[in-house]
């Protein structure tokens, strides 16, 4: 999940935790932490953006940010279904 078939992080994937770490910047509480949605703490413990964002590349998102977090893959979709339904069609 979100790394290459070789193992390494995929592009998007870095992008989209950089975007992430971005918007949550804006939402920390009066200690600077914000709740962290890797695998390990599963937003059950409050990081500091940079840990979140240390968590994020080297453990993992939690799934259901996957499809929530990446307008690309929603777009994807989408995409998908349309050519099912035209496929259907003809
Ligand atoms: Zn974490």
Known sequence: MGKTLDGRLSHPFI?????????A???VDLNGNM?????????CYRQSPHMVRIHLLH?????????????HTVTELEGNQEERARDQEA
């Open 15 to 23: 992008e989209g935790v950089n975007a992430f770490i971005n918007f």
């Open 25 to 27: 910047r804006a939402v």
């Open 35 to 43: 709740s962290c949605p890797s695998i390990h703490c599963v937003n």
């Open 59 to 71: 453990r993992g998102i939690m799934q259901s940010y996957i499809n929530r977090q990446s307008p």
